[in-house]
Structures are given as structure tokens and as C-alpha cells.
């Protein structure tokens, strides 16, 4: 399924994507940049995945065109090596929920506490 819309509200941290039947996910930035598709982050086989800490405050600076079938995002961490087909943008969407509680409880595994956006310690 290919996205009808893609807008980035930087202020609020947000790229929401509309997909056809006015399906609309917003998803902040940190979400995208812990669940980026990157071998940084996932590793290059199972096991291997890196748990993401310190990106409350990351932001997407940019956007890039991938064919027509994925854009690359460009975080203000410089982490630019993710490409988000359609595919795994409507999933991160669909699971956001199960996604996040997943990644917050491996914070807390590791003794990390995360920061409220905007709060530097």
C-alpha cells in the first residue's frame, strides 16, 4: 500500500502518513529512529538488534524519495542510514502501541529512564 500523504510537523515531533481510506499514523520521531530499519539498529541477523537510548528529543531534519516504494529519513542525531519502505511504515503504524510498550519495557530492563522531550540532564 503506498501512503496518500506524508507530513512532517517538526514542532511536535511528528510524520504523520495518511494511507488510502483516511487511515492517518502519527509517529514521533523517536519512535521512527528507535525502530529504524538500519543494520546500526537491527543488527545484521537475530540477536544482534542494538536497543536505541537517549532520542527523546531526536527530530527528522530531512527527507529523501526512495524509487517509489520508500523514503529515507535524515534524524538530527545524523543517523541517516534507515530506508522506510511502505510496508514497514504501515506496520510501525498499525503496532505502534504493542511497538512502543515493547521498547519501553526494554528500557526499563536496562535501567534506563528515559526524559521527558526538551529535559536535558
Known amino acids: 500500500m503506498t501512503p496518500l500523504d506524508i507530513t512532517l510537523n517538526q514542532k511536535t515531533r ?10 492517518v499514523h502519527a509517529l514521533s520521531c523517536e519512535y521512527l529512529r528507535v525502530n529504524s530499519p538500519s543494520a546500526e539498529v537491527r543488527g545484521h541477523g537475530p540477536g544482534q538488534e542494538k536497543l536505541q537510548i537517549g532520542k527523546e528529543n531526536v527530530n527528522i531534519k530531512g527527507i529523501e524519495q526512495v524509487g517509489h516504494y520508500a523514503i529515507q529519513l535524515v534524524f538530527d542525531d545524523n543517523h541517516d542510514s534507515g530506508i522506510y519502505d511502505w510496508n514497514l511504515l504501515y506496520e510501525l503504524g498499525k503496532n505502534m502501541e504493542q511497538n512502543w510498550a515493547e521498547y519501553l519495557a ?13 529535559q536535558v540532564i
Open 14 to 23: 511528528e510524520l504523520l502518513i495518511t494511507w488510502p481510506g483516511d487511515e
Open 106 to 118: 526494554k528500557l526499563d530492563a536496562a535501567g534506563y529512564t528515559r526524559k521527558l522531550p526538551g
